[in-house]
């Protein structure tokens, strides 16, 4: 069973840097729609940084726009996110998404990561 499998997360103080990746374990076909979420205790979860099913330029939740940066590497089937000058209000559980194609003649589907956890202290 193929899953999405993320690192990078830790402990920072306020105006830090930190960087998730995230690529799928076993052999997929193809991956699609990468991106990052996140979860803070007692919230919904929420979009941080995104590439669209049709590829272009990724969307940045108003929160962190100016600070990450999403990008991939596709010869490795990996995205990552850049994030810098960390707040505490970025302390969540910030979990990887993608659209996978595990074999050619399957349909796609969406898979979570389990979630890293990034805690910035004030």
């Known amino acids: 069973q193929v899953q999405l499998v993320e690192s990078g997360g830790g402990l920072v103080q306020t105006g830090g840097s930190l960087t998730l990746s995230c690529a799928p374990s076993?052999?997929?076909?193809?991956?699609?729609?990468m991106g990052w979420y996140r979860q803070a205790p007692g919230k919904q979860r929420e979009l941080v940084a995104a590439?669209?099913?049709?590829?272009?330029?990724?969307n940045y939740a108003d929160s962190v726009k100016g600070r990450f940066t999403i990008s991939r590497d596709n010869a490795r089937n990996t995205v990552y996110l850049q994030m810098n000058n960390l707040k505490p209000e970025d302390t969540a559980v910030y979990y990887c998404?993608?659209?996978?194609?595990?074999?050619?003649?399957?349909?796609?589907?969406?898979?979570w990561g389990q979630g890293t956890q990034v805690t910035v202290s004030s």
């Open positions: 590439f669209g099913i049709s590829g272009g330029s990724p």
């Open positions: 998404n993608a659209r996978i194609r595990q074999r050619l003649m399957s349909q796609s589907s969406q898979y």
């Open positions: 076993g052999s997929i076909f193809s991956i699609n729609a």
